[in-house]
């Protein structure tokens, strides 16, 4: 097999049923024959529970299920809209949970793996609102919680994010660049793949010792994107077409 695929940010809805087309296509294509398939975060635009077996999770599941019967290796990292995937969906698609700021080895190439939320340091909304939902309390409160109430609570906090962001400056819903050196030394890499901002791209790192990158993976809107590692350690940023 020897090479490994990267995603971020599918934003999975029932209402956008055409990009879980496109993920089933993905991983059927890449089943038994990738070693692994890291999903970055913001795989569902919500999550409100492992409990939560609507037709449609159900089918996401089903699909990572088969991916990871054929041989392929699955991870999964929290993103801002997920955060409360846990180990019933992990167990159930054959994956596993990975927590944020992991460092992985990539065919001898040490990568240091985020969703990339918590590198925008300028969003102080933001950041106050993330450590409150990522809080083991608030989180075992919420999923005690009826899956009714969950849903609706769910639909409020995604309408409140989509008017807070509609008055940000595009610089705050970026990374903060110092933090983006301070986080890739202190994992000790020159590498560094995340989502979350919605701009794919790869930028050069100005580090203590030399010069790393950061990789940014796009979200699948129109078109989709993964980043491809292969045997040699090499990294390449692909953009691809959803529709077969």
Excluded at 175 to 187: G, S, Y
Aim: proline residues 3%; charged residues 25%.
């Amino acid at each position: 097999m020897n090479y490994s695929l990267l995603v971020s940010d599918l934003h999975l809805d029932a209402e956008r049923p055409q990009h879980l087309a496109a993920l089933k296509r993905l991983l059927a294509d890449h089943a038994g024959q990738c070693d692994t398939l890291y999903v970055l975060g913001d795989l569902f635009e919500t999550w409100i529970g492992d409990d939560d077996d609507s037709a449609f999770n159900l089918d996401a599941v089903a699909a990572f299920r088969a991916f990871s019967d054929k041989g392929s290796k699955l991870f999964f990292l929290h993103g801002n809209r997920d955060f409360l995937l846990g180990a019933q969906f992990a167990a159930q698609t054959g994956g596993t949970m990975l927590e944020e700021g992991t460092v992985v080895d990539l065919y001898g190439t040490p990568v240091l793996l985020m969703h990339g939320d918590n590198l925008c340091t300028l969003d102080e909304k933001y950041m106050a609102f993330r450590a409150q939902v990522r809080d083991p309390a608030w989180q075992a409160d919420m999923l005690a919680k009826p899956l009714e109430q969950r849903r609706m609570i769910a639909q409020m906090l995604r309408m409140q994010s989509q008017q807070n962001n509609a008055n940000k400056a595009e610089n705050i819903m970026d990374v903060t660049p110092a933090e983006v050196v301070r986080t890739m030394e202190a994992a000790g890499v020159a590498e560094l793949i995340h989502g979350h901002t919605h701009r794919p791209a790869v930028h050069e790192v100005r580090l203590t010792r030399g010069t790393g990158r950061r990789w940014v993976l796009g979200d699948w809107n129109d078109t989709g994107w993964l980043i491809r590692a292969d045997a040699t350690g090499q990294l390449a940023l692909e953009e691809f077409a959803l529709a077969p």
